[in-house]
């Protein structure tokens, strides 16, 4: 059984007097341990594949499987312990809270588990030191530069051990050498944390670093690439 | 999390510290109109004022316009329910409403120490009753006028030695200075030897004061001045009537600063949350419960009420125990004391006005749609 199932799932939105449709009838499996990455055009509905897949958003039909929960039939309160269990989230800006510090802020999922203040602080700890950053756990949002922000975010979406992360243009407001260093970062949770990853692009370098690469266009997958040179 | 809410508050401190000084301040006066109301409550109800009658002038009101025989005493005292009668000549600076009114109570100091509830905090019985000009002065004007044993004070024609400073369990009788009967009596300008301006008259346990005071103002018609007598609480309410109104207006003035507080705390919290909507969204993203988003805003205004409440609310207890304020008229006055029904009630308010204030911007941030609020750059 694959980690994360897509039956036939669709979404469209109300703007004004026409329905726009991202989402059209998709179905998609992903395995443990898998790193997919959905490419299209912007506007196709890649961020709210996600949306729905991290039960922030709700399809109009269909069903989403995730580790064999139907993440489309639990109620908001429900769906947020799941994320605080089972997923983490990797924005396109990062969204640390300013007012917290890097430590702080990856701090937070954990306060969501029932973990005791020592195992709290050794995940923390580990986080942070997976994505590079020990030495800036006092610093706050501001005092970091963009590259240590988003791995800041990374450090947070994994903090909670998800079974899935996914990530919504993760590179998409870096510059090209911190953009290397955030992709080389999530090739090795992949690889060595064995942590599954979906994750939205438009970049087929930042692509390429996927096990397995899917676009997205008008409400289908087209061009499925199904283990590409990777 | 505490810590998320307490960074939240401190990152935005000059909008904290406005709304905190802001409740502060309406909290201070909410505090101060409240010991307004509670001083007036206690003068008109209560044993003393229940279970003590003034007998006093028909159709006076201004204490230096009654004008009593003294050996009216003797009569009331005749009067069955009746267990004690104590004339008591009254001198006040000012009849109008006045908030350093000064009265003067001359009766025997005797009866003085016999029958009111008095503690002297310093100085001695022994000396009021032994010097004709000593004078005895409650602790609110002695705070006031900064008035200690040993000094002169002299006000209009009239100077007394202080030979004590006294606490009473009726705070509004802190602001009396206690003489003896026939030093008022022959004071220059008052001409009063023989008179007095009422009998305070203390009842049995079982009499029934209306019926005794009809029947105190039926035996005095025969005399040479007629009388009117009613219960302590009723006669002082009278006399205050205009004050009265007034006091019972001001109660508006209480509700307008919980309405202030509420207003200043809720415009804050609503402005925090709208521009925090997305980190709210963000939060939930993370795993945070709608109700826990609830929890962190609620916990917000409570702490922004709170702390501008209580600090008035203490403020205001200070201001009151050494201010030792009282406003009066025609010899009657209202203590404003500071009450632990106060401190309780002000520090209720400041929570109750928190939650409410918060609830329509908790509400806010438990509900944001997470994607759309996600999508603003
Ligand atoms: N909450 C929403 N309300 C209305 N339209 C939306 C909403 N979310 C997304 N859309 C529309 O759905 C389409 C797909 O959006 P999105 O999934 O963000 O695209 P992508 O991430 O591929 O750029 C876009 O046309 C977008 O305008
Ligand atoms: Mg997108």
Known sequence: ?230 | MIAYVLKTLWRHRTRTILTVSGSAVAMFVFCFVGSVQEGLHRLTTGSDADRSLIVFQENRFCPTTSRLPEDYARKIREVSGVRDVMPIQVWTNNCRASLDIIVFNGADPAQIEKSRPLKLVSGSWDQFRSQRDAAIVGRSIASRRGLKVGQQFSIGDLSVRIAGVFESTIPSEENLIYTSLAFLQYTRGLDSAGLVTQHEVKLTEDADPDRVAAAIDEKLRSGSVATKTRRKGAFQASTLSDLVDLIGFAHWLGYACVGLVLSLVATTTVMSVQDRIKEYAVLQTIGVRPLTTMRLVLTESILLCLVGGLSGTLLAMIALSLGGFAIGAEGATIAFRPTPNLAVSGSIVSIFVGIIAGIAPAVQAATVPIVKALRQP
């Open chain 1, 1 to 230: 059984m694959a980690l994360v199932e897509l039956h036939s799932v669709s979404k469209s939105f109300r703007k004004g007097d026409e329905t726009i449709t991202p989402l059209d009838d998709v179905s998609l499996d992903i395995q443990a341990g898998e790193f997919v990455s959905l490419m299209g055009p912007s506007g196709t509905g890649k961020s709210t594949l996600l949306n729905l897949v991290s039960g922030i958003d709700r399809p109009d039909s269909g069903q989403i499987i995730v580790d064999g929960t139907d993440v489309t039939k639990l109620s908001r309160t429900q769906l947020a312990d799941w994320r605080a269990a089972n997923l983490g989230y990797i924005f396109q800006t990062h969204n640390l809270i300013p007012v917290l510090t890097a430590y702080e802020n990856v701090e937070l999922p954990t306060l969501l588990l029932k973990l005791s203040a020592s195992q709290r602080r050794q995940r923390v700890e580990l986080a942070l030191e997976a994505v590079g950053l020990s030495d800036r756990a006092g610093h706050y949002p501001r005092q970091l530069s963009g590259g240590q922000e988003q791995r800041v975010g990374i450090a947070r979406a994994i903090v909670a051990h998800p079974k899935v992360v996914v990530a919504d243009e993760p590179t998409g407001s870096l510059d090209s050498e911190t953009s290397q260093q955030v992709q080389v970062l999530l090739q090795r949770l992949n690889q060595e944390l064995n942590i599954t990853m979906l994750m939205v692009t438009h970049d087929t370098e930042v692509a390429g670093i996927a096990t397995r690469q899917l676009v997205l266009d008008r409400g289908k997958f087209v061009d499925r690439m199904a283990g590409t040179q990777r």
